[in-house]
C-alpha cells in the first residue's frame, strides 16, 4: 500500500468513527427527552391570561376570573 492510501484509509475511518459515535450520541439524547405535554392551551378572552388544562377537556374555566374558554387551535 502507498502513503496516500494508508493516508485516505486513516481519514476514511476516523470520520466514519466520529459519524458513528455523533449519531448514537444523538439517539441516546432522544431517549431521555421529555415527551411532548399532551394538555391544551387555552386563553381567556376576558382577562387574556393563558393557561393549560386536560386534553379532553373542550371549554375550561379561567383560573384568574372564572371565564368559560374554548382551547386554542395552532
Known amino acids: 500500500m ?4 494508508l493516508i485516505f484509509l486513516y481519514v ?3 470520520l466514519l468513527g466520529l459519524g458513528g459515535l455523533g ?3 444523538d439517539l441516546r439524547r432522544a431517549r431521555f427527552r421529555p ?7 387555552f386563553r381567556c378572552e376576558k382577562c387574556g391570561f393563558v393557561y393549560t ?6 371549554h375550561s374555566r379561567c383560573p384568574q376570573c372564572s371565564t368559560l374558554n374554548g382551547a386554542v387551535e395552532f
Open 35 to 41: 415527551s411532548q405535554a399532551e394538555d391544551r392551551v
Open 53 to 58: 388544562d386536560d386534553p379532553d377537556v373542550d
Open 2 to 5: 502507498s502513503a496516500d492510501n
Open 12 to 14: 476514511a475511518v476516523a
Open 23 to 25: 449519531i448514537y450520541s
